[in-house]
Structures are given as structure tokens and as C-alpha cells.
């Protein structure tokens, strides 16, 4: 592809939710992204999930995703946490993606229908970590959700999204 045909592929920019997604052994479900120039992080490992529509509310947006995408429709959802992405100084507005967790099994697992991506797989998160090439703010949320116990600080502890 040109680098000219490149430059006029738009991003889309919007709130999005996503579903960090553990088995009962504590390996991560990831969708392996579709290798197309107009997606965010192409052929990069990331969390299932995506872009909110107008008025919809994010857990809504969370169900209708996994649906689309795999076929899941989760028994347990906790919040686990919210980005908020300030794109002001580059001109576009300030949007938000929020993460929550999914308890599955390995049987929920084999019901599974990929319909987004090029591949579905579980890993664990020493792999996650050391071997995949991840979606940069899926890598963030991820490395918190594995280090969780490990991580000491104060801050806000208001859980509404």
C-alpha cells in the first residue's frame, strides 16, 4: 500500500470498553488483531472489546462486543478500571476506555466463535508479557490486572466508572 493510500486510512476515535478475559488457570483470552492499516495496532495481541455507540451505556457495550466478536456472553462482569485519554493538545476530544474482568472456563472456551481477528488464544501472563506484541494501553490494564497484588500506593478509590 502507498504511503499516500496510508495517509488517507482515518483512525476512529471514541470511548471503548474491553473485557480482560481469564481462565480458571489464570491464563488471558487475546484476540490477535487483524492485520488491516485501518484499525488501531494491527497484527498486535490485544483484549476483546471496542467502541461504545452513541448513548450506549459501556457494560451494554461490553456484551454487544463480546457477542459480535466471539460469540460470549458472560456470566460475571467486574469493573476493573478506567483510562481517560486527553487528546486535547493534538485537537480531538478526550475519550475513555474501561476495562472489566471475565471469568471463563474452558468449556465456555470451546464454544467460542471467532468472528473478529485473526486468531483467539489463552496465554499465560509470563507470555503475555515476554513473548506477544501488544496493543499498547491493552498491555497497560493487563500488566495491572497480573501485578495487582504486587502494586503498593495511594490514589483515588472511587470505582464508578
Request: hydrophobic share 40%; net charge negative.
Amino acid at each position: 500500500m502507498s504511503k499516500q493510500r496510508l495517509k488517507s486510512l482515518r483512525l476512529s476515535v471514541g470511548n471503548a470498553v474491553a473485557g480482560i478475559i481469564q481462565l480458571e488457570d489464570g491464563r488471558y483470552l487475546l484476540q490477535h488483531r487483524d492485520n488491516v492499516p485501518h484499525i488501531w495496532y494491527p497484527d498486535c495481541w490485544g483484549c476483546f472489546g471496542g467502541a461504545a455507540q452513541e448513548a450506549e451505556a459501556p457494560l451494554d457495550t461490553l456484551r454487544r462486543e463480546l457477542f459480535e466478536e466471539l460469540e460470549l456472553v458472560p456470566e460475571q462482569v467486574s469493573y476493573f478500571s478506567r483510562f481517560d485519554f486527553d487528546l486535547d493538545p493534538i485537537g480531538l476530544k478526550s475519550y475513555y476506555r474501561i476495562y472489566y474482568t471475565i471469568l471463563i472456563t474452558e468449556v465456555q472456551v470451546s464454544r467460542l466463535v471467532l468472528h473478529e481477528g485473526q486468531k483467539v488464544e489463552a496465554f499465560a501472563g509470563k507470555v503475555v508479557f515476554e513473548q506477544l506484541a501488544l496493543v499498547p494501553y491493552d498491555a497497560f490494564a493487563l500488566f495491572l490486572h497480573f501485578s495487582k497484588d504486587r502494586i503498593d500506593g495511594e490514589g483515588i478509590t472511587d470505582k464508578n466508572p
